[in-house]
């Protein structure tokens, strides 16, 4: 217990100082643009224009965005991510696979861990592989922002598009991943 | 709630750099230049410019949707816009020793390397009926 609450601690900082250091960086990209647009007094009102337009939009859409993805981290766990995934198979394998990796859950090297267990609970390659893409790609806040910024055609074709060859990436991987083991097994 | 606010106040400089940066980006580059290297002249070689690009950048996807409409406004063609936000996403150098710790070698190589081909399908065939 004690251990853990160090570990807790130790990754706190770690993320505060993260923190601290994306403000720095921000501070310094805010002063660059004063000094630029200094420089170049004629580029400003374009230039403000644009940044206050896209701070709008942003504001409108962010806090919505944040919720959901707050209230899913605190419902569901990797545990029941890996209970479920790790026994369901074909159709409903898939279909699971994408659903749980759309979940508003964490950054994509969580979903690194959490496939080398559902590959070692049984789960098909395939759907591994389908869970990590859909994880980085078909995340349900990302599609919220997509959608806001870039329109629904641009939105919804792209993720009918990365739905279907993420299915056929994760069969053709699976394919060339047994291919490998057969030879070694046969090698052995 | 809290949970929300502090993944809130962990993204909200990452955002607000990237609203300057389009700002300024949109004042100070003409659109005629986005145009000649990620516009539709720009072609395969462009796309696969840019899909590399998106394959080495380790910045937020949430954060790159408003960088991707800032592009597509300044003459940026489809195609490449989808192939960057795609890479982006699904392709990810920075993650890689990670990735290969978890998943070992041979798979990590093969999901990569077959997520940037399919990225570069992706926006084709978005530039083709979009």
Redesign the interface.
Known sequence: MNNKDTKKTIKDTT?QKK?IR??L??SF??AA?LI??SI?PD??Q???????S??L??MAI??A???I???F??FISKEQVVKYLGKASGFKGVFLAILFGALPTGP??IA??L??AL?KKGAR?SN??VF??AW??I?I??EL??L???GF??MG??LL??IF??I??GI??ER??AQ?KQKQAFND | MIVAARSFSRILPLVLMIIIIVGLFSAFIPPSEITKFVGAQAGLTGILAIAVLGAVLHIPALISFPLAAALLQSGAAIASVAAFITTLTMVGIVTLPLEIKELGLRLTLLRNGFSFIVAVFIALIMGMIL
């Open positions: 993320s923190a994306d403000y960086i921000f990209v805010f643009g630029l647009l170049f580029k400003k374009a230039a403000t224009t644009t940044a206050w896209y701070f939009e942003m962010l806090p965005v944040m919720i993805m707050g209230l981290s605190v994509l090297y690194f861990p496939a080398a590959i390659v591994a592989v990590i893409s980085a790609c995340k806040p990302q922002v997509e806001q910024f870039l055609k641009f074709t792209r598009l990365t060859f993420v056929l990436m053709l991987i060339l991943a490998k």
